[in-house]
């Protein structure tokens, strides 16, 4: 069985940073897009960013210009870059690799991981 892990989370104020890490696999880092997503209380999934295996990139409309995705290689670990973060920003953030990320039809090649906690609050 194949894991993700998340890490990087916690309580931070309005306004703050934290940077998330996820180390993917070594059988399909590269092989697609990695992504970040999370999911607040009562909400569905949403979709955050992902990177393609040529390294392009693309951003929801809500985190555009706050987060940043990247990688390392080295390390087969995608990070996200949270700045100026903002209470609704509360969640449980995942990460994952596959195709279609973003898109309607998403297909996911490792089972979800369990997340890391985000919490902004004063």
């Known amino acids: 069985q194949v894991h993700l892990v998340e890490s990087g989370g916690g309580l931070v104020q309005p306004g703050g940073s934290l940077t998330l890490s996820c180390v993917l696999p070594?059988?399909?880092?590269?092989?697609?897009?990695q992504g970040w997503f999370r999911q607040a209380p009562g909400e569905e999934r949403e979709f955050l960013a992902f990177?393609?295996?040529?390294?392009?990139?693309k951003y929801a409309d809500s985190v555009k210009g706050r987060f940043t995705i990247s990688r390392d290689n080295a390390k087969t670990t995608v990070y996200l870059q949270m700045n100026n973060l903002k209470p609704e920003d509360t969640a449980v953030y995942y990460c994952?690799?596959?195709?279609?990320?973003?898109?309607?039809?998403?297909?996911?090649?490792?089972?979800w991981g369990q997340g890391t906690q985000v919490t902004v609050s004063s």
């Open positions: 994952n690799t596959g195709q279609g990320l973003g898109s309607n039809a998403p297909k996911y090649a490792v089972s």
């Open positions: 070594l059988s399909v880092y590269r092989r697609y897009a």
């Open positions: 990177m393609t295996s040529g390294g392009s990139v």
